[in-house]
T-cell receptor, first 116, second 109 residues
Framework: ETGVTQTPRHLVMGMTNKKSLKCEQH?????MYWYKQSAKKPLELMFVYSLEERVENNSVPSRFSPECPNSSHLFLHLHTLQPEDSALYLC???????????????FGPGTRLLVL | GQNIDQPTEMTATEGAIVQINCTYQ??????LFWYQQHAGEAPTFLSYNVLDGLEEKGRFSSFLSRSKGYSYLLLKELQMKDSASYLCAVMDSNYQLIWGAGTKLIIKP
């Protein structure tokens, strides 16, 4: 248990569906992240929020839409996804964003997404 | 471009020692991390190196050579529960984490 929870753990959706992934951290951290993890590929950083403001958006398609209503919660809204978006979506948090000293990120267990 | 290289898969025997290598080419360097990820679970932090040398933490040690762009994770007295993927990540000059694809370690009895 890392203090970061994600729901749902598994999701199957069609290309025309709309769904949302939820992440909650109980660590009092100020930064939260969304990553995409595909088999045998490096983790891809999608979005970063610091103190509820988006600070990074790494060329992610608009069919992925993040939302951070407060420093403990992070959502990823999905619509009109493609089969190649099937992957494990990981949420992480850290005390601060872009700080020296080996800021450790704490990960949730991920949502395994399958797009049909 | 920025690049992290680590072997895709390694196999070792229970009770033995294994070394997982990681080489990197990044825009600047602000430290290197190792994470462990069991199948279907969250990555968990193992170690952080920012200065050259060996950091020991129980059965696990991590080594860094900044001049060579090289690190390794050393696991001693291997146990079956050490079967997992091991992720190497480097923090670049913008404090962004650049990740390797991970090394899947298989432990055999």
């Amino acid at each position: 248990e890392t203090g970061v929870t994600q729901t749902p753990r598994h999701l199957v959706m069609g290309m025309t569906n709309k769904k949302s992934l939820k992440c909650e951290q109980h660590l009092g951290h100020n930064a939260m992240y969304w990553y995409k993890q595909s088999a045998k590929k490096p983790l891809e950083l999608m979005f970063v929020y610091s103190l509820e403001e988006r600070v990074e958006n790494n060329s992610v398609p608009s069919r992925f839409s993040p939302e951070c209503p407060n420093s403990s919660h992070l959502f990823l809204h999905l619509h009109t996804l493609q089969p190649e978006d099937s992957a494990l979506y990981l949420c992480a948090s850290s005390q601060e964003w872009q700080i020296e000293g080996g800021e450790t990120q704490y990960f949730g267990p991920g949502t395994r997404l399958l797009v049909l | 471009g920025q690049n992290i290289d680590q072997p895709t898969e390694m196999t070792a025997t229970e009770g033995a020692i294994v070394q997982i290598n990681c080489t990197y080419q990044t825009s600047g360097f602000n430290g290197l991390f190792w994470y462990q990820q069991h199948a279907g679970e969250a990555p968990t932090f193992l170690s952080y190196n920012v200065l050259d040398g060996l950091e020991e933490k129980g059965r696990f040690s991590s080594f860094l050579s900044r001049s060579k762009g090289y690190s390794y994770l050393l696991l001693k007295e291997l146990q079956m529960k050490d079967s997992a993927s091991y992720l190497c990540a480097v923090m670049d000059s913008n404090y962004q984490l650049i990740w390797g694809a991970g090394t899947k370690l298989i432990i055999k009895p």
